[in-house]
């Protein structure tokens, strides 16, 4: 792609109105518009971003079994009036009328919808487990609609749910969730901590929320340091092994403010591992039990030939929060330098040819190195604009590909200037500079 005929519109100055550095450099880089309060458009560069978390969203819920499903976004009254939340929601809900006059809203989440799915066509815990999900928009009218795509009105989210037949069977459930979690924040090379959370207004006994840190975050955070050091690797997908890792961070005191205790705090952690501070909701788990099968009559035949309401939990990403998530852990923000990680990146590498006026060499030579990484599925964009070398590369560190190339005078023969976002140029040939890339996406 050439930068002169991309939809990048770049702003020359940080914009005023943006508070936080992700806010900052999605508006700077032409990254969203915003075309209301708390709504916005996404443009190709943020667009390819979201794409490409979902898309690890989505792998990493295929890998535990779940399967995806599309519930609208348009949902009507009824169910929510069968659960009795249709009051309790208040004002965060957008209620519409149709032109028959029904009540229908905007979906917040779909509790009531996944059910009402789940009881007209399963009757039996023959059919059991079941895991759905779905990645689409929902729509909250938030009091404080801030720092852009961090807290906005309409949001992407990958939610999921399970169907249970016991508690047990149901934490088993909960725990597949957790580590496919653990693993996609990985992906995404974040470090995200699983915190004991309140369950709020989906109800329920057992919650977590996975937390980055960020000064810029909203949730505040108590810890004990060395959950940080935890890892998932070797659990495998079965009862033992995800109780066992579930177990393992819960030895470690971590919790958001709303369960917060001073002297639990100071009792359980010594003091050299506390750790006081903010991060960033990207996900949220929880266990409810029958709060919304019951209400709405979700039961299922029992191996004895009793009845009982399905036991369910429903588990969320955030995955266009995730793009700002990523930029406040990325971002240099003194020195103007985004580095996405190579999973996520809107571009794998970005090539800066020095152009003069009435010599084309180095862009015929960065056209000529584009086309062999497109043979190997290396997304590359090219500066073709004739500006000055330092403004070229501004412009590519706003962009944020992991990787750049600049031909320039340093360039001779089969080598050019390499480098890896923060680190130092390297003479490289074409085939060292694929099989540099190569590797890092494998990893991913
Ligand atoms: P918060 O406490 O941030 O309002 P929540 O507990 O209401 O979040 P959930 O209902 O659990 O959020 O939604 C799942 C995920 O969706 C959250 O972890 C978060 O990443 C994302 N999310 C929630 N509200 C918003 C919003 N207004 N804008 C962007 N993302 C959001
Ligand atoms: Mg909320």
Request: aromatic residues 10%.
């Amino acid at each position: 792609m050439y930068i002169s005929q991309s939809f990048i519109p770049i702003l020359k100055n940080n914009p005023s109105e943006a508070k936080i550095k992700s806010h900052q450099l999605m508006l700077r880089v032409g990254m969203i518009k915003q075309s209301s309060a708390g709504i916005y458009s996404w443009l190709p560069l943020g667009f390819k971003v979201m794409k490409k978390i979902e898309q690890i969203v989505r792998e990493e819920q295929n890998k535990i079994g779940a399967q995806e499903i599309l519930m609208p976004t348009i949902q009507s009254s009824e169910i929510w009036k069968e659960s009795g939340r249709y009051q309790d929601y208040g004002e965060e809900m957008l209620r519409i009328k149709d032109r028959q006059d029904r009540e229908m809203l905007y979906g917040p989440t779909n509790e009531e919808l996944v059910t009402d799915i789940f009881r007209a066509s399963v009757k039996s815990y023959k059919s059991l487990p079941q895991l759905l999900y779905h990645i689409q928009w929902k729509f909250r009218d938030e009091i404080r609609p801030r720092f852009g795509i961090m807290r906005c009105r309409e949001f992407y989210m990958k939610d999921a749910y399970s169907f249970d037949i016991s508690d047990e069977e149901a934490l088993f459930s909960y725990n597949k969730f957790f580590l496919s979690y653990l693993k996609t924040f990985k992906r995404l090379d974040l470090t995200a901590i699983p915190m004991a959370a309140d369950t709020g207004p989906i109800g329920g006994n057992l919650s977590h929320e996975f937390i980055i840190l960020a000064e810029t975050g909203e949730s505040k955070i108590y810890t004990d340091k060395r959950i940080f050091d935890l890892k998932s690797e070797g659990t495998n997908i079965e009862k033992k092994s995800l109780e066992d890792l579930r177990k393992k961070f819960e030895e470690f005191y971590s919790v958001t403010d709303e369960k917060f205790n001073k002297d639990e705090f100071e009792k359980k952690v010594l003091e050299t591992n506390r750790l006081k501070t903010k991060g960033i909701e990207v996900g949220h788990i929880f266990y409810f039990g029958d709060k919304y099968s019951k209400p709405m009559g979700a039961s299922v035949d029992l191996p004895g030939g009793k009845k009982d309401f399905v036991k369910m939990g429903s588990y969320g990403i955030g995955v266009s929060r995730l793009v700002g998530a990523i930029i406040e852990a990325k971002y240099d923000e003194k020195n103007e330098i985004m580095k996405w990680p190579i999973s996520v990146a809107p571009y794998d590498i970005g090539i800066i040819p020095m152009i003069n006026k009435n010599d084309s060499s180095a862009l015929e030579k960065a056209n000529k190195i584009n086309s062999e990484l497109e043979k190997n599925n290396i997304d590359a964009i090219i500066d073709d604009t004739d500006e000055n070398f330092s403004s070229k590369v501004k412009k590519m560190n706003l962009i944020g590909a992991p990787y750049q190339i600049i031909i320039g005078k340093q360039t001779d023969g089969d080598l050019v200037e390499f480098k890896e976002v923060g680190e130092e140029a390297q003479k490289l040939n074409i085939i060292e500079i694929i099989s540099k890339i190569k590797k890092q996406k494998v990893k991913n």
